[in-house]
């Protein structure tokens, strides 16, 4: 049985950091594109990031290019999303998902994703 597990979030002041960590059981991450999404209230999932399941592209989304860093650690089987300066519109629950490869690229689809975390709170307070 598969189950995804983030960590890390949390409160924290507008321009400060996180740092969300996700571990699997049951499943590689190496084998599969890892991905970042948030939902915030009143709004539709996003997809923020992602990486390859070879771990050489990695994708984000305008609003975190340059504040947000996605890597994984395989010998760990873990993910991480360094966040930096955060700011009040990144809160929102955050999920780890793996899904579908393709190849030396990834996508943020969530419909690509089958394997979802529960989630885990980021507030950033202005």
């Known amino acids: 049985q598969v189950q995804v597990v983030e960590s890390g979030g949390g409160l924290v002041q507008a321009g400060g950091s996180l740092r969300l960590s996700c571990t699997a059981s049951?499943?590689?991450?190496?084998?599969?594109?890892m991905g970042w999404f948030r939902q915030a209230p009143g709004k539709e999932r996003e997809g923020i990031s992602c990486i390859s399941w070879g771990g050489s592209y990695t994708y984000y989304v305008d609003s975190v290019k340059g504040r947000f860093t996605i890597s994984q650690d395989r010998a760990k089987n873990t993910l991480y999303l360094q966040m930096n300066s955060l700011k009040p519109e990144d809160t929102a629950i955050y999920y780890c998902a793996a899904g579908l490869t393709f190849g030396g690229s990834c996508y943020t689809r969530p419909a690509d994703f089958s394997y979802w975390g529960q989630g885990t709170q980021v507030t950033v307070s202005s």
């Open positions: 049951g499943l590689t991450f190496a084998d599969y594109t």
